[in-house]
Each structure stands twice: as C-alpha cells, then as structure tokens.
C-alpha cells in the first residue's frame, strides 16, 4: 500500500516486557506514567477491554519527511463508543503544510498557525490512551510517526500494542486461500481501506479524511468486526499486534 | 461548536423531530451521543431492562415489537425509538431489535429530557399519538383563514328593514337611499316567535322574509304589480340566516346550499346586517362560488359535463390554500349535489312535472357531505306511497336515467354495486323502504349488510326532504335498540384494516410484509367512518357527518374520554393526506386515485399517519369487544 512498509516489528509475545523495560528506564515523566499504567492481560476477553480509537492526519507518508497535523481520539468498548469524551487536536507541523494535503484533511492554514506544538498537547494524549488499548486502521502510519514525534521531542519514542482494524480486515480478505485463488486469477484484491471495509458491514459513509471523523469511523468498525467475525470474549491476544 | 461533530449533527438534523430543533440544540445532542453498532438479528432493547437513552437509526432496519411479540413497528434510517420508555418509568415497553447491521446512536436521557423541555414540537413528536395528531390537525385549521373569521368581520352597517305594510315604492327608494341590495322585511308580533327582536322601544318584530334588488324584477315588475302595493304580500317568507358567530365558511355554504346570494346575519335573534354573495367573494375570491352558479346556470346536461374540469381546478386550490377535509369535503359536495339537483331541474323540465311526489335520496359520501375528487354516484328515489308502479314508474326510470347519466358525463361515474335510483331495487315508495331499513335492522346478517351498509348514511337532495328524514328518525331509533344489527356492522368494519405504517419506501402490513402502495380510502379513511357510524347508530345519532356524527358520540359515555378527539384528529389527518395525495395526482396529470406511494409520503407524514393507523387500529378492537355477536339460541 502505497509503499508503506511496517518498519518496526514487534512481535506481540513481546509487550509485557517492552513495557516493563521501558517503565524502569523512562526518564520523561508522562512517559514514564504511560509505561506505568498496566494495560489489560493478553487474555482478556475483549468485552472487558478499554480501547481507544486513535486517528492521526499527516502531511505525508513518510514520517522522516512528514509530519502529524490532527490527532483524534475516542474513548469505546464493545458496548459503547464514548463521543462526549472525544479529543481533539490540530497541531503545528513542525515542516511546511502542502496544499495538497491542506484541502485533503479540510484544515486551514490559519488554524494551523495558530496550532500549538505537538509537545504541548503530548502529555494530554498519553493521558488519554494509557491503560486503554489502542485501535487504529492500518498501525504503519500511527506507530512509526508517533513514535518519531515523540522522540524528537522527549528524546525518547514511544510504541504500545494496538489492534489494527486493518490487518483485522486483511485476515480475512487477503490471506484467506479465496482470495490467494482470486489474485492467482488476476483478480484485484478486494479493498480493505476504512471506508471499503466499513460499507461490507453496512456501516455508513463518514466523509474521511478527518482525524476524530476517522477514530469514531474505526471505533465502530471494530465492534463491527467483532460482531461479525469474532466474540466477546476472544481474548485480547487474537487481536492485538 | 466542533467542527468535528458537524457530520453527526448534519445527518441527525434532516430528520424529525431533529429537523425542527435549534443549532444550539442540536450541537448538544452531537456533543453527547453514544455510538454502537448492532449485528443483524441482535438485540438492541430488551423488555423490562432499564432504559437511559433515546436511539437514533444512523444506519440499518430496527424491529419494535409489542410486549407480546406482536410487531409494533419497522424503523429505518433517521428513526428513533425507545422514547416511550424515556417518558414512562425507564423500562424498556417495546423490545427492538436489529434486522439489518445497525448503527445506533444514542442519546442520554438528560438530553432527551432537555430537548422535551425546551422544544415543543419535539416534546409533541415523542408524546404518543394524540398530541401529535392534534398539532397537525390544529396547525393545518389555523392556517385557514377563512374557517376562523366569523361572518359579523364582513357586516359593515344596519340592514335596511320595513315593515310589512310598507309600500314597493318606499322600500325602493329605501334601498337605493341606503345604497343597499336587500330589505329585511319585518312586522310587528307578540310572543316569541320564530325570528322574533325587540327594538330599543321594547316592542317585538318578527323577521317575515327578505326582498331584495332581484325580486323587484321578478316578482313586481315581471308580474305587472302596482308600486303601491304593500311589500308584505310580495316578500318572500322563506328566510334563511346565519348566526353573526358563524365562520365566512359556513355563510358561503348556507348560500350555497340554498341558491341565495343575500344572507341576513343575526345576532341574538336580531338582524345587524346582510351580507351578499359578492362581500364573501371579495373576502375570498378563490373559492367554489362561481362554480355553483355555474352550474345552476347551465341549461343541458353536456352544459354541465364541461364544467368537471373546473370542479378539479377549483379542489385543487382549495387543498393548496390550506382548507381542511371538512371544508374540501363539504364543498364537493355541495358541488355534487348542485349537479344533481340542476340535473333534476332539467330533467323535470324535459319529462314534464313528476307524477306523484318523490325524494332524491343520495347515500355514502354526498351524505355524509364527505366527497372528495374521486367519487362515484350512489343515490336512489324514495316515492310518495300514491306510487303505481305500472303508472309512474316509466316517469321515475326516465329521471333517474337522465340524472345518472348525466352525473356520470359530470365525473360521477356509475356505482359499481349499482346503488342508484335506475336500479328498481332503489326506486321504490317510502313504505318499501321503511320495510327495507326494518328488515336490515331486525334481521341482520353481516353479508346482507356488506351491501346495505351504504344506505346508513341517507340524505335528501330534492323534493320530498320529510320522506328521507322520515328513515333517519327510523334508523335513529330502531338501531340503537338492537344489538344483533349493531354486531352485525361492527363485524362488517373490521373487514378493512389499516397496515401498520411505513418503511423506507414501502407500506408495511402488520405480518411485516411490504406493499408498494396503499388505498389510504380502503385502509383508512372508509373503515375510520364504518366504525364511526357504528357508535353513532348507537348513540341515536341522526348525524351523516363524521365529524358531527363523532360530536354526537362525545356527548355519551360510549367512548372513553379524549377517545372521540383522538378519533377526530386521526380521520381529518387521513382525509387530508388522502386529499393532498390526490391534489399531487391531478398536479401531475394522472387520473386521482385513492392510492399513495410511499414515495410521496413525507417524512413528517409518514409519522403522524402511523399514529392515525395506530388510532384507527385500536379504535376497531374496541369495536369488536363493544358490539359482540349476542348469543341468539343456546349452543347446540
């Protein structure tokens, strides 16, 4: 997708203790009370977990060469997504705004420059998704930039486990022998992008490209997922990455 | 407010009653809905949990049952449910669930009681069926000017009277110095008789008649008479008026009626002014006026038949400017019946005058002074009992050929079930009929009174008017007395139920089945007035109307209290949406028809008549358990 390939890879058997590693050697201290907050065991069903659906809007692809505009944040279980305590953040990139991408995420430049840092709103975000399991749809953009932003400002990055609504789409879309005997037929891959995926679930079309729009839109197509394809209590460690 | 949030309240907005709501409003249900997806066939409302929240369809198919699993409803896109709940005791009445993958949102109770607070139209939207109902049916009266304008608004000064000893000559020069049309023609009295005034002197006068600018012409100088002669011997007693408190409506229509153009208008039993046709057509210069004159002008049956167009054009604007189904309903019949009645004239002028006396009779819809642009012709001939078939009836069958070919030529067209005066059957002398109205009612059966049901709503159109309101004050009697007859009609009105309401673009039955479109006459309006004519036989009305028929019930204790309002209400919103539906037909240049596509049923519609049919639904079930089938011999 669009040359985008995962850079780091973090196998999930892993997390408990990168989070406990970096809990000892953090030195910033909303980071240090990040690692600090237990995240839910890896068998835990996910009808008992708190998530929290994460979307971000860059001016790019590459997070060496681009840089995050808005963040959107809602808190959701399986039950409930929780709009009222929705955040939201427009953020100064720390390069130039391209038109391109200006028009793209409906975001002026005039709120842009008057945005605050990424640094300033920081401590808020990772108040937020502490203790709560992270979803977001496709994790390759998510994880590499927020974890670069965070390092170039605190000196050190930050990665969590987070469940990818699409690797979850993927799963069953792409590596499915269906759909390797459709590719083997030259047939396109069915798409798995947020708004493709969600109308194979009745979902409705939100106009995209809007980074809370985008967190809400990926909050219920995960209960959307697991109402189709898992159950209640599939245990977290089926599902994260 | 965030733009983030706009998606959300955009969407919720196109949809009542969010659509009616403030920006402010609506921000703050935005800000605080709750969001769940549903999976197709799980449940989203179970019965008796407790319930905090109004849901809001974004997106699938809900089903709503009733406590016993009976479907209540089908909701989709833009719907919401649970508010009965919310305004009751929280728990959960009328279980949901999801019959497509459903995305709900969903809004707290504080919001939904908030919204109740501030905003009336919505606090009426989620109140059960009355209020709704009666907002419609209230707006849609205010908004007619002239149902609300009493008559006195157009009286501008005394009328001219005279005593009946005055001569022509003076009421002439009476009338020109008054620069007035009319004379109110009076004479001194004693007692208190009909039309009967004192004047500031305490003496009392009797209103005698009316002599107005026409009758110098046709009954003085046409006739030859001297100008001395005194105006009591010419004036006319036949006096119609109306009361100062009526509506300009009901003045028009007293004119109408009796092919007067001067009305005197009383108040208190005194006359304070005249008011002429042409005050009203100033008033309102769009209305069925010029049509009945029309008609009454016209001199041929194919005279006649050229003016349906107008009577289309003039439906057709009376709907758009608002006038409810009363006043729509009692004007085409007023129209139907100048037709017929000018029809008769001709006919009696071609066939010589009538052997012996008769009555018109009209049944159904003219009776009831219910018509609306879709109409056929069900009438019969109620003769004097000096009838000799082998005499007379020749006469009467040329009559009633010629009026009923002639309504048909009119739009009126034939009766199917051959309820007309040209059948022999329904041309009969009053005795016959009396024993035809006692034989339906002593000795009822359901599929005997499938065909005579129709002849329950009776009315005299011309001649003989004491031979019809003979068989009124007949069936106002005779059938209150008899419960088996009673039974017999009541198990006849649940022939034709309503469906259960809309959904997306389909009528939905109460087995859930879908249909295209619906006969909102078959499936609304026509069983409303059965189960209406039933209570009001009941009750001794001798009402045709629905809506008086409904004013004489609401005098007894036959329906539960608000019951014959709410019944009210949910009949003038069907006969409306009926109305309107059929003013969209002639718009688009389709015949009019009693069906509506849902298509064309609006969103606003679409709720209130699922209130109607629910109305109408509940009134029939009452039926059933008010008039049961007597045990006439023990069981075998």
Redo the contacts between chains.
């Keep these: 997708m669009l040359g985008i390939r995962p850079r780091q890879r973090v196998s999930q058997s892993d997390w408990a203790s990168y989070m406990a590693q970096r809990r000892q050697q953090a030195k910033d201290d909303a980071i240090k009370r990040f690692f600090s907050t237990p995240l839910p065991a890896s068998d835990t069903p996910i009808s008992d977990v708190p998530m929290v659906a994460l979307d971000m809007e860059t001016t790019g692809l590459d997070e060496d060469r681009h840089a995050i505009v808005s963040i959107?944040v809602v808190p959701?279980t399986l039950?409930?997504?929780?709009?009222?305590e929705?955040r939201?953040w427009v953020v100064k990139p720390t390069r130039p705004l391209a038109e391109a991408s200006i028009a793209f995420h409906?975001i002026t430049h005039s709120e842009v420059a008057e945005a605050p840092d990424l640094d300033i709103v920081l401590d808020e975000l990772l108040e937020m998704l502490a203790g709560h399991l992270v979803v977001v749809h496709f994790r390759n953009i998510e994880r590499p930039f927020l974890d670069a932003a965070i390092k170039a400002r605190r000196g050190e990055g930050v990665m969590f486990p987070m469940i990818d609504t699409m690797s979850l789409e993927a799963r069953l879309h792409r590596q499915t022998l269906w759909s390797r005997f459709r590719r083997w037929l030259g047939r396109p891959p069915v798409s798995i992008r947020l708004n493709a995926s969600r109308e194979r679930?009745?979902?409705?079309n939100?106009?995209g490209h809007?980074?809370?729009?985008d967190a809400?839109a990926t909050?219920?197509l995960l209960?959307?997922q697991i109402?189709?394809h898992y159950r209640p209590d599939t245990p977290l460690k089926d599902l994260w990455c | 407010m965030d733009i983030e949030l706009l998606e959300i309240r955009q969407f919720m907005g196109q949809f009542p009653p969010f659509d009616g709501l403030s920006d402010e409003l609506l921000d703050v249900i935005a800000e605080r809905v709750e969001v769940s997806y549903f999976k197709t066939g799980s449940d989203i409302l179970v019965l008796n949990e407790i319930l905090n929240e109004l849901c809001f369809i974004r997106s699938g198919a809900v089903e709503v049952y009733r406590r016993q699993g009976e479907l209540y409803n089908r909701l989709g896109e833009g719907d919401i449910f649970g508010h009965f709940s919310l305004l009751r005791n929280h728990k959960v009445r009328f279980p949901a669930q999801a019959i497509e993958d459903t995305l709900i949102y969903f809004i707290p109770n504080d919001v939904f009681q908030r919204l109740c607070e501030e905003d009336d139209d919505f606090a009426d939207f989620v109140e059960l069926e009355r209020p709704r109902l009666e907002t419609v049916a209230e707006q849609q009266k205010k908004s007619n000017d002239m149902m609300v304008t009493r008559i006195r608004k157009l009286v501008t000064r005394y009328p001219v009277m005279v005593e009946a000893s005055t001569t022509l000559q003076q009421v002439a020069n009476q009338i020109s110095e008054a620069q007035a049309s009319a004379a109110i023609v009076i004479k001194q009295c004693s007692g208190n008789p009909r039309y009967s005034f004192q004047d500031s002197e305490g003496q009392t006068w009797r209103m005698e008649g009316i002599f107005t600018d026409s009758d110098f012409r046709t009954r003085v100088v046409a006739e030859g008479l001297s100008p001395q002669a005194a105006i009591g011997d010419v004036a006319s007693s036949h006096l119609i008026t109306i009361q100062s408190d009526a509506s300009v409506y009901e003045a028009m229509l007293t004119m109408l009626r009796n092919n007067v153009h001067h009305l005197p208008v009383i108040y208190r039993q005194r006359p304070v002014g005249v008011v002429h046709l042409s005050d009203i057509i100033r008033y309102e210069t769009h209305s069925g006026l010029y049509l009945v004159s029309n008609i009454f002008n016209q001199s041929s049956a194919q005279g006649l038949a050229r003016l349906a167009p107008d009577v289309r054009a003039a439906f057709v604007r009376m709907v758009q400017e608002g006038a409810n189904s009363q006043m729509v309903g009692s004007a085409l019949s007023t129209i139907g019946r100048s037709f017929t009645r000018r029809l008769l004239e001709l006919a009696e002028a071609e066939l010589g005058p009538p052997p012996v006396p008769y009555c018109f009779m009209v049944n159904g819809s003219m009776a009831r002074n219910e018509q609306s642009i879709v109409t056929d012709q069900d009438n019969a001939l109620v003769l004097s009992d000096e009838f000799v078939p082998k005499q007379h009836d020749d006469y009467f069958y040329a009559l009633a050929k010629f009026v009923s070919d002639g309504l048909d030529a009119c739009g009126y067209t034939y009766c199917k079930g051959d309820i007309m005066a040209t059948n022999a059957q329904w041309r009969q002398p009053l005795s016959v009929w009396k024993d035809y109205f006692e034989d339906w009612i002593s000795n009822p059966t359901p599929k005997k009174l499938l065909q005579s049901s129709i002849f329950f709503d009776l009315d005299s159109i011309y001649g003989e008017d004491h031979f019809v309101e003979t068989l009124q004050d007949l069936v106002a009697k005779r059938a209150a007395e008899s419960p088996l007859f009673l039974a017999a009609m009541a198990r006849n009105a649940l022939n034709r139920t309503p469906p259960l309401g809309f959904f997306r673009t389909f009528v939905m039955e109460k087995d859930g089945k879908h249909n295209n479109s619906i006969n909102l006459k078959r499936r609304g309006t026509a069983p409303m007035v059965d189960l209406i004519r039933i209570h009001a036989l009941a009750c001794g009305s001798k009402a045709q109307n629905t809506f008086q028929r409904l004013n004489d019930i609401s005098q007894t204790q036959l329906l539960a209290n608000g019951v014959s309002d709410k019944l009210s209400y949910a009949f003038e919103f069907l006969c409306m949406t009926r109305l309107r539906h059929q003013m969209i037909d002639i718009q688009e240049e389709r015949m009019p028809d009693n069906n509506i596509e849902p298509e064309n049923v609006e969103d606003s519609e679409r709720h209130t008549l699922k209130d109607a049919f629910q109305v109408l639904s509940n009134a029939q079930k009452f039926l059933k358990f008010r008039y049961p089938m007597p045990a006439q011999r023990p069981r075998q």
């Design positions: 959107g959701f039950d409930r997504i929780k709009l009222a929705r939201y409906h679930y009745g979902l409705p939100y106009q809007h980074a809370l729009i809400l909050a219920e209960q959307a109402a189709n």
